[in-house]
């Protein structure tokens, strides 16, 4: 059972707290159950190696608990470990804990992902962890179980996880969440500064963010970076699992090619924005999280109409 005192205080902030701050905050009180806790000492075999220093949990929990009175399997990534990233053991545990899933048949699966992608110190063991994941999150998601992934914390959700939550049935963003392929560090150093400021904030957020990920609905939903806000909007994709077939694919390469022909001239998210018909697109990351959502799913309906 949960092995932490039922009076310690969790940050309201889950973009501020740690991966097991988080959790406690997340889910039901005295229902976390972790697998393959610290005490286990499961550790990375490459990082010693390489004299540098590890985490007896490899940077990522899981375990399963209780959501809503649910049942649900989660895993959540430490932020302050190389920034979250995916190494041989990292993703052994993120992939066994879907299959689990797909074997066990929780409620959901909850992903609380924090990550700059691949450890470069484990470069080859973890873009296999990657594509084992991936194959784990679909074995899941065949078996009937919802995967909803969480993208609301320090390091964004980037590399091959950030694949791997386009791959899932839900994603749910914060306004401070992050959300891309490659983050803005990667892409300067391979584009230069030029082409994308990474010091540059405002644009980060503006091409990354959760604003404009739920606006061009990549993300399903946009919550307040609180533990309350963010439980309900987690529990709300209870039983609503995405089709994976054929057909679906076929329909989102579709609205892919769409977007690519609307916007595929856009230098900037602002140039979307207009084009999706908001009227301040100055304005609009200033917006509360009610007055976007409303403005943001009225111009979503009638994008899709």
Not at 86 to 92: F, R, S, T
Not at 110 to 126: I, K, P, Q, S, Y
Not at 163 to 190: L, N, W
Request: net charge negative.
């Amino acid at each position: 059972m949960d092995a932490h005192p039922p009076h310690a205080v969790t940050p309201l902030s889950f973009y501020e707290a740690t991966a097991r701050q988080r959790v406690r905050g997340l889910f039901d009180p005295g229902s976390v159950t972790e697998i393959l806790p610290p005490q286990q000492r499961v550790i990375s075999p490459h990082l010693a190696a390489l004299g540098l220093p590890t985490a007896f949990d490899d940077g990522v929990m899981i375990g399963h608990a209780r959501l809503e009175g649910r049942t649900v399997l989660f895993a959540s990534e430490e932020p302050d470990f190389m920034g979250g990233s995916v190494g041989e053991v990292h993703g052994a545990k993120l992939t066994g804990l879907l299959l689990r899933a797909a074997r066990d048949k929780p409620d959901a699966v909850v992903l609380l992902l924090d990550t700059g992608g691949v450890r470069l110190h484990e470069a080859n063991a973890g873009l296999i962890a990657i594509s084992e994941i991936q194959r784990a999150v679909f074995d899941a998601r065949s078996a009937g179980v919802v995967v909803i992934v969480v993208c609301a914390g320090r390091n964004g959700c980037y590399g091959g996880l950030g694949i791997v939550a386009r791959g899932c049935d839900h994603i749910v963003m914060t306004e401070e969440g992050r959300h891309s392929v490659s983050g803005p560090e990667v892409i300067e150093s391979q584009k230069g500064v030029e082409e994308f400021d990474a010091t540059d904030r405002a644009l980060v957020w503006r091409t990354m963010g959760g604003k404009h990920r739920y606006l061009i609905g990549e993300a399903d939903a946009f919550a307040l970076d609180s533990m309350e806000d963010l439980r309900r909007a987690v529990a709300a994709f209870f039983d609503k699992p995405v089709a994976l077939n054929l057909e679906t694919v076929r329909l989102e390469h579709q609205a892919l090619e769409r977007r690519l022909q609307r916007f595929g001239t856009a230098l900037d998210a602002t140039d979307i924005w207009a084009g999706l018909g908001v009227r301040d697109t100055v304005g609009l990351p200033m917006l509360d999280k009610d007055d976007f959502v409303s403005m943001a799913d009225a111009l979503r309906e009638r994008s899709d109409a």
